[in-house]
């Protein structure tokens, strides 16, 4: 089974605001950066895309170092608590972006460890660089999702502050 690092980085101008995401997959001497831009969305999700990215473009089984400076994610998975919200009918935001987690988790052997962000981890840092060029881009993409549950919530008139 071949080894994988990933590290990721999600960035939000504001909450909800532009987001962006910043990945790097490093196999031997091979690297890969990823970033993709979204128009609105919040923090946590692109630090949960940001580690999907990583995480889809995997063609076959790995064992899995994934890198995040965002403890969401890391103590989520970690932890355990996603399968407690997934058994309380996600009660928590984001279900559909823990799903995909989940469902990449059960292709590889990942392990979630936790670095300090803006420290010194050249590749975290990269990652954040790319997450922040990102939310600056001028062509970005829809969390689909995110935009539809809060068009939603405004509906029924549970959103409050945005």
Known sequence: MD?????????CKGNPGPGGTGTILISGELRKELSSGYRK????????????AGLSVLR???AVELYSDSKYVVESMEYGRVQVWKANNWK???????????????????????????????FNNRCDELAVEATA?????????YEAEVARLEA???????
Do not use: P
């Not at 080894?3 to 960035?11: F, K, L, T």
């Not at 029924?156 to 945005?162: K, T």
């Open 3 to 11: 080894s994988v690092e990933i590290y990721s980085d999600g960035a």
């Open 41 to 52: 969305t919040t923090n946590n999700r692109m630090e949960l895309m940001a580690a999907i």
């Open 60 to 62: 076959k089984r790995c």
């Open 92 to 122: 928590k935001k984001n279900r559909d972006l823990w799903l995909k987690m989940l469902d990449l988790c059960q292709k590889h052997d990942v392990k979630f460890i936790w670095v300090k962000g803006h420290a010194d981890n050249e």
């Open 137 to 145: 881009g001028e062509e970005f993409e829809i969390d689909e999702w």
């Open 156 to 162: 029924q008139g549970e959103l409050f502050g945005q």
